[in-house]
């Protein structure tokens, strides 16, 4: 079946169209909902209402623009939803005041020091599942800006509209994030130094 | 800077997986296609059942049983107590009558004269007459033999158990002109020891 066949048999509230649409993007979207939410009852939780919700309100697809991004909208909405939920607002709103002091110094580094961290990581062969838990150890806020940016590919001033925060602290939050991240996979290579060692 | 940053998102972005299967899939599906189905339900459509022709057909059942139910009390409902209330042909009856209804309650009243009021006033201060039916007393003879006699007897000490018999009210309707006669009581005495 035809994504345009799938797109006419949805809006006829078709059963095969409706069954046909979930089989071709369950995994995508359950991939995104994982990585907000790190867990897969969760992540089907919300997979669950994203799919109500496209089709009871597939007359709101106009046609204008991506189909598969009209969908993936609702599920990264539903995705920020459930985080700022799950925070109770203060943890989510306040990223910004987030202080690290070792990420400040750091962006006093040189470009030679940079080029040495980079070299770093990238010799250290990290596994998936490495990263993956130096991206969770990361606050809310962060992550989900860094996110946005890298996954989505969104703008600052998306997020920015998406989040209900100011571009400029999104900007910050990136820079945070990226540096945090890489303070520790730089921390789990010197561990796994120490350990051969 | 900007180097070092992209080299962590390309990492990142690498180590994250575009697709994830699981085998809840199925079960997942069920569960959003029985969500699907109710609201189907909840939404109208001409072409599929929904809870508006559900309602419809509640209330099409309804309002059937309701009318049938009130037609068969309606037979099983016994005849109306003619005493009480009379039909239209028995008014005919008694608007024939009414001439000699009136000379029967004329003669009535004129023996009624001739009893002795303050003994009849000791049953509770009643006033206690003939009962002047449209049927027997309407017979103006026999009200003239029962006039050479006191209609209410006068009461004796001893008797003073009273009954009321019967209290008839009856209305007859001619027309616009409403002849209302009066309340009758008839009282029976028991005899005299």
């Known amino acids: 079946m035809t994504e345009e066949q799938i797109i006419e048999g949805c809006r006829k509230f078709s059963k095969d169209a409706q069954k046909a649409l979930y089989e071709k993007y369950v995994s995508t979207f359950r991939a995104i909902c994982r990585r907000y939410t790190a867990d897969t009852q969760n992540a089907n939780d919300i997979l669950h209402d994203c799919f109500i919700k496209i089709f009871t309100k597939f007359d709101q697809f106009t046609g204008n623009g991506s189909f598969e991004g009209w ?3 609702i599920i990264i909405n539903a995705c920020i939803s459930w985080c700022r939920d799950r925070n109770t ?9 987030i202080k690290d002091d070792s ?26 599942e490495e990263i993956q838990q130096a991206v969770e150890l990361l606050p809310e806020g962060y992550k989900m800006v860094f996110f946005l940016y890298v996954f989505e590919n969104y703008k600052h001033n998306e997020i920015a509209r998406e989040l209900n925060i100011d571009v400029n602290t999104s900007k910050s939050q990136l820079s945070r994030a990226r540096k945090l991240l890489q303070k520790k996979l730089m921390e789990l290579c010197q561990t796994r130094v120490m350990v051969t060692s | 800077m ?3 940053n992209n080299f962590i998102d390309d990492l990142v ?4 997986p575009d697709k994830v299967t699981s085998a809840e899939d199925t079960a997942l599906w069920d569960s959003i296609d029985k969500t699907l189905r109710f609201k189907g339900f909840l939404r ?19 309002s059937a049983s309701y009318l049938i139910i009130n037609n068969a009390s309606a037979k099983n409902t016994p005849p109306v107590n003619n005493n009480s209330f009379q039909t239209v042909p028995a008014v005919k009856d008694n608007i024939q009558m009414d001439s000699k209804d009136n000379k029967a309650i004329e003669s009535s009243v004129a023996a009624s004269q001739n009893v002795n009021l303050p003994t009849a006033d000791k049953s509770g201060g009643q006033n206690i007459q003939n009962q002047v039916s449209g049927t027997t007393d309407a017979n103006p003879a026999n009200v003239n033999n029962n006039s050479e006699k006191p209609l209410i007897p006068a009461e004796d000490n001893n008797s003073k158990k009273t009954k009321k018999v019967k209290v008839i009210k ?11 006669k009066d309340t009758v009581y008839i009282k029976k005495t028991s005899p005299t020891k």
């Open chain 1, 71 to 73: 969908m993936k909208r």
């Open chain 1, 89 to 97: 607002g203060d943890q989510f709103l306040k990223v910004d005041e």
């Open chain 1, 103 to 128: 990420i400040y110094e750091e962006e006093t580094d040189t470009a030679e020091e940079c080029n040495d961290v980079q070299s770093t990581i990238l010799n250290a062969n990290f596994t998936k």
């Open chain 2, 2 to 4: 900007e180097p070092a």
């Open chain 2, 13 to 16: 972005r690498k180590s994250f």
């Open chain 2, 44 to 62: 109208f459509s001409l072409s599929h059942f929904n809870i508006y022709y559900s309602v419809l057909i509640v209330l099409v059942i309804s």
């Open chain 2, 170 to 180: 009856k209305q007859v309707v001619i027309t616009d002109t409403v002849h209302k």
